[in-house]
């Protein structure tokens, strides 16, 4: 059975033990002063999927968010190609100025990396 909470006039209130189907009680059992029942806010907590901003428009909001992936995806092969035409710009631009220069001596380890001076030997 439910308890519910009844105010008196002068402010204090008193709980009663009731069942949901009995009517709310007009006067105090003890005093017979008139009573008005108290209702509170109920606790609610909302679990489970809908509930959330983010959870409205799933199917609009997929869409949305394919589109957009395509779009920044087509963005960034765009920006992938210029970089690719500028690098091939500059090879070209640089191979053609350097047909006439003298080419470079080689190491021969083909790495371009100069080789390692030898350290002179320890005198025992």
């Known amino acids: ?29 003890d005093t017979g002063e ?6 509170h806010p109920v606790a609610v907590h909302f679990k489970g999927k809908g509930f959330y901003n983010t959870d409205y428009g799933t199917k609009r909001r997929n869409r949305e968010l394919r589109e957009s992936a395509e779009s920044g995806a087509d963005r960034y092969e ?3 190609a210029e970089k690719r035409k500028e690098a091939r710009d500059a090879k070209s631009s640089t191979s ?8 470079a001596k080689s190491s021969g380890s083909g790495d371009g990396k100069k080789p ?8 025992s």
């Open 1 to 29: 059975m439910p308890i519910y909470e009844y105010r008196r006039p002068n402010g204090t209130t008193f709980e009663v033990m009731q069942r949901m189907t009995d009517d709310p009680l007009t006067h105090d059992p």
């Open 34 to 39: 008139p009573v008005e029942r108290v209702f």
């Open 78 to 80: 765009a920006g992938q």
């Open 96 to 103: 053609s100025s350097d047909s006439t220069a003298k080419p």
């Open 116 to 123: 390692a001076a030898k350290k002179p030997a320890k005198k």
